[in-house]
């Protein structure tokens, strides 16, 4: 993927995502916990989530070395860098035990890669029993319309650009089902996620 439209991209949905991070706190429920966040959209989230929540003990990263010094360094420029740790990661082959996260995010994962029943299982794996996934997208169910609508056409412009995949409730449900999760929904307010929560 193009490293500077992603950092674009990155800049642009800035102001959303503290509501990305209140959406996926909400559903989470608790203040604490491991965290992972998939790249290579972030680490907006994971920083948004640290400022909620000081309990929280937080891990990025992507599969590409150039995206995971972006993370890096934008984790520093916010004073993070004690808080959450960058490693690198294959999204289909996350390189950790199996349950060792207690909430595993990917913002922007549904809409621009294949096999999407792979990343949903290999999340639901490192999550632990009772853990949750969250893999989508949106501007936040909190963000206002205009706040959005200021920023929609830089966004979808983007957004396009790099390929942006266009996906409905029904194949997020089929991606579910597929992926043989027991207990998920999906949220379609400003946006559109999957969340489950790791059965067990």
């Keep these: 993927m193009d490293f500077e439209l992603i950092r674009a991209v990155n800049d642009c949905f800035q102001?959303?995502?503290?509501?990305?991070?209140?959406?996926i706190h909400a559903e989470y429920g608790r203040d604490a916990g491991d965290v992972l966040e998939i790249g290579p959209y972030g680490p907006g989230v994971a920083l948004a989530l640290a400022e909620r929540c000081p309990g929280m003990r937080l891990t990025c990263g992507d599969d590409?070395?150039?995206l995971n010094d972006y993370l890096a360094e934008t984790i520093a420029e916010a004073g993070m860098a004690a808080?959450?740790?960058?490693?690198?990661?294959?999204?289909?082959?996350?390189?950790?035990?199996?349950a060792s996260f207690d909430l595993v995010v990917f913002r922007g994962g549904l809409f621009f890669w294949d096999e999407q029943e792979s990343i949903v299982t290999e999340m639901d794996r490192v999550l632990r029993p009772g853990g949750i996934g969250a893999h989508g997208g949106g501007f936040g169910a909190g963000a206002s319309d205009e706040l959005i609508e200021s920023l929609l056409p830089e966004a979808r412009d983007l957004n396009n650009r790099l390929g942006k995949k266009r996906l409905s409730r029904a194949d997020v449900r089929q991606i579910a089902e597929n992926a043989g999760l027991a207990s998920w929904r999906i949220a379609a307010e400003h946006g559109l996620?999957?969340?489950w929560e790791k059965a067990g």
């Design 15 to 23: 102001p959303f995502y503290p509501y990305a991070a209140a959406e």
């Design 193 to 195: 996620w999957l969340f």
């Design 64 to 66: 590409s070395d150039h």
């Design 83 to 98: 808080r959450i740790r960058v490693e690198p990661l294959d999204k289909y082959n996350l390189p950790f035990e199996a």
